[in-house]
Structure formats: structure tokens, C-alpha cells
Antibody, heavy 116, light 107 residues
Framework: EVQLVQSGAEVKKPGESLTISCRCS????????IGWVRQMPGRGLEWMGI????????RYTPSFQGQVTISADRSINTAYLQWSSLKPSDTAMYYC?????????WGQGTLVTVSP | DIQMTQSPSTLSASVGDRVTITCRAS??????LAWYQQKPGKAPKVLIY???NLESGVPPRFSGSGSGTDFTLTISSLQPDDLATYYC?????????FGQGTKVEIK
């Protein structure tokens, strides 16, 4: 069974750094792209970027380029989403997603709250 | 970026009703379109891929149609469990984009 298990909720202050993770199991990690999706409170879904764990090819949606860093570790079948300096506007639920063209599996979501 | 426009934004219908949600792309995306269902407090779940293909395990009351720029998600007989927000998403050209969502309420 394909499973994407995300790290737990985080409460951070503005300016702090953060890395959240997405541990993948039940399939060959290098055979599917992984993407990250943001959902701000009460809002819709937004693609942030995608990574190919096979060769670490990464594509960012322009509005997220330079705001976050996407990476992966093939040795532990895990993808990451990283911020170097959080802002209150980063408060959102973040989902990782396995791509089969479309998303065929989702993580459970990681709630990130950024507050002074 | 390709813009995806869904309508309506909110829909209220009775159990047993036929419900239709439309999604329009700002440029041709062939049939590279998926529909997702997101229940309150949960991660989304795919219903339809390649515009009209039912994902395994999804009830057959859900169906999708369309190609090019205009697409439709139909629920043939609305059930109480269908209370959710529905999103279309194009995966023809990166950055992939979602529609703004259609919230389905049960009367």
C-alpha cells in the first residue's frame, strides 16, 4: 500500500527556519515525482513545486521560487520542504503528493503556524 | 500559467439530485485534467484522471467528461457522504494549477 507520512504540526515565530518531511513507502521512491501543495486557511489548493527523486530534477511554481526549497533523500525515501525565514503568511496546511501525472496519493498534511 | 475556472463556487442540492460542476481552462489542455474531492479537515482524494477515467475504488456515481478547455464532473445521485469541496487540476503544463474549488452542500 502506498503511504506518504508527513511530519507533525509546527508552531514557529517569524524569521525562524523550518523543514517538514514526507516519508514515502509502498512503492519504489525513485519511480514517481513528489510534489508539495499549500492550502492557506479557508482557501484552495496551490502547487508549490515538484521533485524527481531519481535525478533530483526540481521545478518550482514561479510564486514559490526563492521562497522555499524542495529536496529529497533517496536513502530514506523522504522528501522535504524547507523555509529559511518564515513569515506569518506561511501559515497554512502543507501536503505532499505522489505524482502519476495527476496526484494518486496524498500525505495527511502538516499544519504550519507562524505567529509572533 | 494556465488558469482553471470552476463553476459554481457553491452548490446546494438534495440527496438523490444529479449534480454537475464545470471547469474551464484558459488554454487547451487536451485531457490532462483530474478531479479531486476534499472533505472538511482531510487531504484531497482523486476521483477522476485523464478527464474521464474513474480512479479505482471511487463510486461509479462520479463521472467526468470533456476535452480541450471545457470539462465536467457529474455526481449522478448525490449522497450525504459527498459533502465536500471539489477541485479540478490541469497537469498539461507546469506549473500545474487547480480551480478555485466548488463547495457542495446538502440541502
Amino acid at each position: 500500500e502506498v503511504q506518504l507520512v508527513q511530519s507533525g504540526a509546527e508552531v514557529k515565530k517569524p524569521g525562524e527556519s523550518l523543514t517538514i518531511s514526507c516519508r514515502c513507502s509502498g512503492y519504489t521512491f525513485t519511480k514517481s515525482w513528489i510534489g508539495w501543495v499549500r492550502q492557506m486557511p479557508g482557501r484552495g489548493l496551490e502547487w508549490m513545486g515538484i521533485i524527481d527523486p531519481r535525478d533530483f530534477d526540481i521545478r518550482y511554481t514561479p510564486s514559490f521560487q526563492g521562497q522555499v526549497t524542495i529536496s529529497a533523500d533517496r536513502s530514506i525515501n523522504t522528501a522535504y520542504l524547507q523555509w529559511s525565514s518564515l513569515k506569518p503568511s506561511d501559515t497554512a496546511m502543507y501536503y505532499c503528493a505522489r505524482l502519476n501525472g495527476y496526484v494518486d496519493s496524498w500525505g495527511q498534511g502538516t499544519l504550519v503556524t507562524v505567529s509572533p | 500559467d494556465i488558469q482553471m475556472t470552476q463553476s459554481p463556487s457553491t452548490l446546494s442540492a438534495s440527496v438523490g439530485d444529479r449534480v454537475t460542476i464545470t471547469c474551464r481552462a484558459s488554454q487547451i489542455i487536451t485531457d490532462w485534467l483530474a478531479w479531486y474531492q476534499q472533505k472538511p479537515g482531510k487531504a484531497p482524494k482523486v476521483l477522476i484522471y485523464r478527464a474521464s477515467n474513474l480512479e479505482s475504488g471511487v463510486p461509479p456515481r462520479f463521472s467526468g467528461s470533456g476535452s480541450g478547455t471545457d470539462f465536467t464532473l457529474t455526481i449522478s445521485s448525490l449522497q450525504p457522504d459527498d459533502l465536500a469541496t471539489y477541485y479540478c487540476q490541469q497537469y498539461d503544463t507546469f506549473p500545474w494549477t487547480f480551480g478555485q474549488g466548488t463547495k457542495v452542500e446538502i440541502k
